[in-house]
């Protein structure tokens, strides 16, 4: 399929196609670490993931509006306040939802699988109800559409460009989060072993909501992020939650390194096949050999020793 | 019920057998009416002054953002109609559905509007997949739907007439004038993956050979993917003059807004994109920055100028607000009832079998996208048209064929 092309045709093309490939990886990776605090910290299955997601991009969609309405002087930068505003109203829903839904289910950590998936129906048709059935259209600052051209012929996307500085300031807040601050210790200490962290006087129920809650207030960024690439619609949360447990359960649900390895071996065999193959079939692949692995290796690519 | 407006027109013997029917249904009751009964041999839910109708569309779920539209327009035409005086002296009343966006409960819901409610036709329907299920619940208690989406052919059923354009009447004459027009050889065609896109495609592929032209890829990805860099990449590689697209739902946002990201300005037409996918209802998602430049092939636009499209729109918008916009299968939904009101007025009769008969042949002057015929086959002679998208999401009409294109819903030499 090479023969008719020049080496500096193919060379830009793979340098476009590598920048594809870690653009999904960003994409994955920010879609992931919402879930991989809240099902692999806490191990809550949230169903309703994708609709937190999706809260933050309507509360984008909302900010653009108000600022183009209120504020067109401002409206090139009004992206990285939505986004701050993405991640305090999902926020804020996820310590709601944790108080009276989800602290009732920590022993039946499989009921929250159905609560969930009951709670991401509400938030549905609440969306539809609110924002009407039709996807909205979130109009973006010129300056992040559009793309920079390296060369004559390499041309890479700014949006992509911004997924991927997002993603790594997130990733390595959540890290440290985790691995420094005093509340990220306190919540893996619950998780690991909740009677010990309470009897050695850690609040356990603030803990837990403090938790939940982060990983919501992660996925409303990543919500407020794919207005960029992606739709606003009350049912596009579906689009992401496959890929996103995918992505979790694939890397060891309790490891955030594993996570990040997940994203990055998933979308790059998916990128690569992709390109030499139809995108249904890639996707099957991609498929099959995640379950082969899993079947091999059924806690993950990475996993927490602990003794059960 | 409503017992006593018929028992007026009954003998005396006859209400005390009826007395001892009671198990019956209210609508056979109200059947045996003299002269309700001349309109309507076979029990379905007409009175003296009323018909009953179903409408059923998801109103819930992934296709509710599509199927809105559809709804609001078949509203608008039985108000209208009703304003008119209705059909046959009677005021359609409707029963409206929801179908879920689940394609069983499309079938259960059928057959509820059919045997429960007695309804003389059903407006319904959008996805293939919702029509192939509700199709045997029609044809078993033969009641008859008016299907309004553009779709892939290769069906006919004397239960259902289908408003919006079949595959050839659609892509045939887009692909000719991308030849004609824009000196097009190399397509690259890519699509969602389910049957419509794969057919379009089939059609379209065996059309663009026939005229000597080449297929440089055929891509499909699946139902809501949101990753487009990689096959944007491919496209580059393989330059083709026309991106033709069959891409659907949120799946279409991510496509156009990671086209534009990957600098393919659509303005520049290099490659021209031509969708058949998108009307004015995406355009809503996708945001017309975004798709400045993009040209549709379908039947109808909202901006197209005849006086008969001036006034729907000036209506429609008066129904559902000024913000409110049209597409095509919107427009085709518009036109169910219309056809259906002729049918019933040239039958003189709400029975199914008797508009069966009348159904072919009969002619809308007052069509927004002009004048329109049903065909034997139960689909409708339409014009192709080009739009040409704005930065503000509506279209020009670059192109209208000459005649009105035949529906062929089973095209030799394109299976």
Redesign the interface.
């Known amino acids: 399929m090479f023969a008719d092309y020049t080496w500096a045709e193919l060379g830009s093309i793979f340098a476009m196609q590598g920048f594809a490939g870690l653009i999904l990886f960003s994409v994955l990776l920010l879609m992931a670490l919402g879930l991989a605090i809240i099902f692999g910290q806490m191990g809550v299955i949230n169903m309703a993931h994708g609709e937190f997601m999706i809260l933050g991009a309507y509360i984008t969609y909302l900010t653009s509006n108000l600022f183009s309405t209120y504020l067109p002087d401002l409206f090139g930068i009004y992206f990285f306040i939505a986004m701050i505003f993405a991640f305090i109203g999902t926020f804020l829903l996820g310590s709601l939802v944790e108080w009276t839904l989800i602290r009732h289910l920590y022993k039946r950590p499989l009921d929250t699988l159905l609560a969930t998936w009951g709670l991401s129906l509400i938030l549905q048709q609440l969306y539809r109800t609110v924002f009407g059935p039709r996807e909205v259209g979130v109009t973006l600052p010129d300056w992040m559409m559009g793309s920079y051209a390296v060369s004559d012929s390499i041309e890479i996307p700014v949006n992509g460009m911004i997924v991927m500085v997002i993603t790594l300031v997130i990733t390595i807040g959540v890290f440290l989060f985790l691995q420094k601050s005093r509340r990220g210790k306190q919540s893996r200490a619950v998780v690991l072993n909740r009677a010990m962290a309470g009897a050695v006087g850690i609040d356990t129920a603030r803990v837990d909501r403090f938790t939940f809650a982060l990983g919501c207030g992660i996925a409303g960024i990543a919500g407020a992020t794919f207005t960029m690439i992606g739709s606003t619609g009350p049912t596009s949360g579906q689009l992401y939650i496959v890929d996103t447990f995918l992505v979790v359960v694939f890397g060891g649900a309790a490891s955030l390194l594993g996570t990040i390895a997940s994203a990055f071996s998933i979308s790059q065999a998916q990128s690569i096949m992709e390109f030499f193959m139809s995108g249904s079939m890639a996707k099957v692949l991609t498929l099959l050999t995640v379950i082969v692995i899993l079947m091999l290796r059924p806690q993950g690519l990475f996993s927490l020793k602990v003794r059960r | 019920m409503k017992k006593e407006i018929s028992s007026s027109r009954l003998g005396t013997t006859r209400r005390t057998l009826l007395k001892g029917l009671a198990a019956l249904p209210a609508a056979m009751v109200l059947a045996s009416s003299s002269y309700a009964a001349d309109v309507n041999t076979t029990g379905l839910a007409v009175t003296d002054d009323t018909v009953k109708v179903g409408i059923l569309h998801s109103?819930?779920?992934?296709m509710?953002?599509s199927e809105?539209g559809s709804v609001q327009a078949e509203k608008l035409a039985i108000q209208q109609i009703n304003d008119m005086g209705g059909v046959l002296g009677r005021k359609i009343e409707y029963i409206q559905e929801d179908g879920a966006s689940d394609w069983p409960t499309f079938a259960e819901k059928s057959k509820k509007l059919l045997v429960n409610d007695k309804v003389a036709a059903v407006f319904g329907c959008w996805t293939s997949a919702s029509r192939k299920a509700a199709l045997p619940v029609f044809e078993q208690y033969n009641g008859m739907l008016f299907y309004p989406t553009f779709y892939e052919g290769l069906e006919q059923s004397p239960n259902v007439i289908y408003t919006g354009q079949e595959a050839t009447q659609q892509i045939l004459k887009g692909i000719d004038w991308a030849k004609e027009t824009k000196g097009a050889k190399k397509f690259f065609l890519l699509g969602s993956?389910y049957i419509w896109p794969r057919t379009s495609n089939k059609i379209a592929r065996k059309h663009i050979e026939k005229l000597g032209l080449k297929v440089v890829g055929?891509?499909?990805?699946?139902l809501?993917?949101?990753?487009f860099?990689?096959?944007?990449?491919?496209i580059?590689?393989k330059k083709p003059d026309v991106i033709f697209t069959t891409v659907v739902?949120?799946?279409?946002?991510?496509f156009y807004?990671?086209l534009?990201?990957?600098?393919i300005d659509l303005t520049k037409e290099k490659p021209l994109v031509l969708t058949l996918s998108v009307t004015e209802?995406e355009?809503?998602?996708?945001?017309?920055?975004?798709v400045d430049g993009l040209y549709a092939s379908m039947k109808y636009f909202q901006s197209l100028p005849n006086d008969n499209n001036k006034k729907f729109v000036a209506e429609f918008k008066k129904m559902w607000g000024e913000k409110s916009v049209i597409g095509d299968v919107t427009q085709a939904a518009y036109l169910g009832p219309w056809i259906w009101k002729a049918a019933v007025e040239k039958a003189g009769s709400f029975d199914v079998d008797a508009i069966k008969k009348t159904l072919p042949g009969i002619e809308l002057t007052t069509a927004p996208e002009g004048y329109v015929k049903v065909h034997p086959n139960h689909h409708l002679w339409s014009k192709s048209r080009i739009g040409h998208a704005k930065a503000d999401g509506t279209f020009d009409v670059v192109y209208e064929s000459k005649d009105l294109i035949e529906p062929n819903p089973f095209p030799k030499g394109y299976q």
């Open positions: 109103i819930t779920g992934t509710a953002i809105t993956d055929e891509e499909y990805y699946p809501g993917h949101t990753q860099n990689s096959v944007i990449n491919k580059k590689l739902g949120g799946s279409n946002v991510a807004k990671q534009k990201a990957a600098g209802d355009i809503l998602g996708i945001g017309g920055e975004n």
